[in-house]
């Protein structure tokens, strides 16, 4: 079988959606090595993530062949029926216009409606243009993979969609995550990053939604010991942030990194004594699955979908409260058996997420859209 793939950010992004894109279509080229996987993309990054990713022996790079005006939403369709596909599944949100019309089956992921939910946080032009794309992909797709549960409700409150369309298949993270560092290779990672004895860890873009400024507040109220490491891409809401550390005084407190090699950031979960995320609100919360199979106790908070990747045995608290969040941090300190337990259960919870399950789930999937015969 020939599956193609939107793969603009697969062969582009190296966080985020590129490093789900990757490990999705890795995960199928290894499970069931018997398929061809074609990404499609308008271009290619120089990327060592990215080329070791494309040397698999059954994924291929398919590059435009006559310009990538309107490529991805149009022009691609010849290629597509050139290549044999049987199954095209649009990774982020969108799918070519008129693939209906072919014999072409169609899958599109979804993976938040946060410009709709929260829409404060995207720039009207932005938000329509979401909406539209992504929209007329559920309407046109033969299918529709939802990341959690809270996205599916939301594709059926806001675009009225049938519940029988939408197969929620979660996501699940890269391998590297899911072993353990060698104390060797931790002690270098911790030294070359300078990282505390004692830290809670932040990984995420630092914008409004990811409500980095909650944990700075609740820094304040954790015993000094205890410092706070935050990984991400720095926005305008950077600003804000400072303005609390400055605030509070906790400038020698928090440890600020960027670009950090991906190679390097399992170790830096391993390290870590807790992991919170409090997000206004996400599509499923990729870095709660990371932090669960690198055995670190997490704190997430309510109002999304945090609790369907966090599992029972993580703590959830208030976006808006600052102080349970600081009692929730306190109370794992204070406890170790609390700790031992939250590390093992995660742990024990956060498989079913792993790789060759979910690998299966989207295979049934694509399988189930095509004629028995097709294998």
Known sequence: MNIGYDGKRAANNLTGLGNYSRSLIESLAFQYPENQYIVYS???KASKQIS??????????????????LWRSLNILKDLVRDDIQIYHGLSHEIPFAIQHTRIKSVVTIHDLIFLRFPKYYKFIDR??????S?????????????????KADLIEFYQIEPNKIEVIYQSCDDHFKSPFDASTLSRIKATYKLPEKYILSVGTIEERKNLKLIVTALKDVQEDYKLVVIGKQTAYFKTVEKEIDRLGLRKRILFLQNIPFSDLPGIYQLASIFAYPSFYEGFGIPIIEALYSGVPTIAATGS????????NSIYVSPTDSNQLAGAINQIISNSKLQKTMKEKGLEFVQKFNSPVVTQQLMNCYLNLLPTAIT
């Open 42 to 44: 308008p271009k290619v």
């Open 52 to 69: 070791t990713f494309l040397q698999n022996q059954n994924i291929k790079l398919a590059l435009p062949k006559n310009g990538s005006f």
């Open 128 to 133: 329509k243009l979401y909406e539209w794309k």
């Open 135 to 151: 929209k007329s992909a559920c309407k046109r797709a033969d299918k529709i993979i939802a990341i959690s549960e809270k996205t």
């Open 305 to 312: 979908c945090l609790e369907e990747a966090g599992g029972p």
